[in-house]
């Protein structure tokens, strides 16, 4: 069975760092880029952080840029999002997920998925308050 | 970035009623439009890809039309469990931005 989950989600204080990781199994991680989403308290769904297959490339929404880094290890499935100098408005619920399509033999280097995501963890709440 | 509009925000329906999800972006986003269901409480689950490919295991009773900027998801037959929100995401254009959301209530 494809399944992700979360890990590391906690109550921090504003200015703070926190890490959270993202674990895979029953897929071929490597083949698959993967994303951040959060979900603040009531609200709708923020894109945070994407990364393709093989890490060479990553993406930040700008809100969080300068302060949030996605990076993974293949070797461990594993996906993180290094969150530093938080403030009150990052607490959310936050979701790892994963692309539908992979890579595939033969596509090019530059090759990106469609970033829609047909695979998703339960989340992690990150709570920043003093 | 584009700007995803859903609308309404809230529609009150009954069971068994056919429903109609709007979404519009503020520029073409082509056909590259997925839609998701969130339950209270779970992580999203994707509805719809390309405006009107269903995902896997998705029934029937859902599709989606549009493309350019403006979208749809119509549920021919709301089910109990059709009573939760909708959000749409377009990922043409990098932020791959989400709409604010449609929840769908029982009248």
């Known amino acids: 069975e494809e399944q992700v989950w979360e890990s590391g989600g906690d109550l921090v204080q504003p200015g703070g760092s926190l890490r959270l990781s993202c674990a895979a199994s029953?897929?071929?991680?490597?083949?698959?880029?993967m994303t951040w989403v959060r979900q603040a308290p009531g609200k709708g769904l923020e894109w945070v952080s994407s990364i393709i297959d093989n890490g060479a490339r990553t993406y930040h929404a700008d809100r969080v840029k300068g302060r949030f880094s996605i990076s993974r290890d293949n070797s461990r499935n594993t996906v993180s999002l290094q969150m530093n100098r938080l403030r009150a408005d990052d607490t959310a619920v936050y979701y790892c997920a994963r692309v539908q399509n992979g890579r595939q033999p033969g596509d090019p280097p530059s090759w990106e998925p469609y970033w829609f995501f047909n695979l998703w963890g339960r989340g992690a709440l990150v709570t920043v308050s003093s | 970035e584009v700007v995803m509009t859903q609308s309404p925000a809230t529609l009150s329906v009954s069971p068994g009623e056919r429903v109609t999800l709007s979404c519009r972006a503020s520029?073409?986003?082509?056909?590259?439009l997925a839609w998701y269901q969130q339950r209270p409480g779970q992580a999203p689950g994707l509805l719809i890809h390309?405006?009107?490919t269903r995902a896997a295991g998705i029934p029937a009773r859902f599709s989606g039309s549009g493309s350019g900027t403006e979208f749809t998801l119509t549920i021919s037959s709301l089910q109990s469990e059709d009573f939760v929100v909708y959000y749409c995401?377009?990922?043409?254009?990098?932020?791959?931005?989400f709409g604010g959301g449609t929840k769908v209530e029982i009248k």
């Open positions: 390309g405006a009107s």
């Open positions: 995401q377009q990922y043409d254009d990098r932020p791959h931005t």
């Open positions: 029953g897929f071929t991680f490597s083949a698959y880029a």
């Open positions: 520029q073409s986003v082509r056909s590259h």
